[in-house]
Nanobody, 121 residues
Framework: QVQLVESGGGLVQPGGSLRLSCAAS????????MGWYRQAPGKERELVAR???????NYADSVKGRFTISRDNAKNTVYLQMNNLKPEDTAVYYC???????????????WGQGTQVTVSS
């Protein structure tokens, strides 16, 4: 079984920074795309950023220039550095990954349990 565990959320003032981490553990043969999504109250879950195993990235327009996604393949971990945070960034942030547990089988999409980010003065 595979688990994604996020950490690093919290309360921050507008203009502040936070760094989220997501570590994948369990039976892992390889990890392909990893990403961060967020869901604010009353809104649908939306993509924030994602990164391929090779390091190619894409971002939501609302976070470009402020957020940076990165990954450490040796540690099966993905990070989200969030700078110049705004109140509208307040949401539960979820880690997501396409993971192959066994070379004989296909990819399975996994979600973490989420971590709350609150931007408020």
């Amino acid at each position: 079984q595979v688990q994604l565990v996020e950490s690093g959320g919290g309360l921050v003032q507008p203009g502040g920074s936070l760094r989220l981490s997501c570590a994948a553990s369990g039976s892992i043969a390889s990890i392909y795309v990893m990403g961060w999504y967020r869901q604010a109250p009353g809104k649908e879950r939306e993509l924030v950023a994602r990164i391929t195993r090779g390091g190619s990235t894409n971002y939501a327009d609302s976070v470009k220039g402020r957020f940076t996604i990165s990954r450490d393949n040796a540690k099966n971990t993905v990070y989200l550095q969030m700078n110049n945070l705004k109140p509208e960034d307040t949401a539960v942030y979820y880690c997501n990954g396409d993971i192959r547990s066994d070379p004989r089988y296909g990819l399975i999409n996994y979600w973490g349990q989420g971590t709350q980010v609150t931007v408020s003065s």
